[in-house]
């Protein structure tokens, strides 16, 4: 079983900063890619950001130069460094982590963080 647990979020002014964190724990083999997800209210899931293993990043065009993410693998962390928030930014975000439960090819499963409200005011 792994476990995500996110920290950070919180009410912040247009043009606030934030940073987001999500820590995995449990019993596993080894963390791929890891990423962030948001959901607005009436709104689908949408990815933020993700990060593979190596460092390769990759982001929502509508946060491109504004939100950073990265990782410490031997601390089963991902960050989210959000700047120049917006208030369309205002959210629920959720980590996502694809794990490798074993060695072997077909152990891979996906797993999330219960969510952390991001807010922000106009």
């Known amino acids: 079983q792994v476990q995500l647990v996110e920290s950070g979020g919180g009410l912040v002014q247009a043009g606030g900063s934030l940073r987001l964190s999500c820590e995995a724990s449990g019993t596993f083999w080894i963390i791929n890619a890891m990423g962030w997800y948001r959901q607005a209210p009436g709104q689908q899931r949408e990815l933020v950001a993700k990060?593979?293993?190596?460092?390769?990043?990759d982001y929502v065009e509508s946060v491109k130069g504004r939100f950073f993410i990265s990782r410490i693998n031997d601390k089963n962390t991902v960050y989210l460094e959000m700047f120049s928030l917006e208030p369309q930014d205002t959210a629920v975000y959720h980590c996502n982590a694809d794990v490798s439960v074993l060695n072997t090819a077909n152990s891979r499963r996906a797993y999330w963080g219960q969510g952390t409200q991001v807010t922000v005011s106009s």
């Open positions: 990060i593979t293993r190596s460092g390769n990043t």
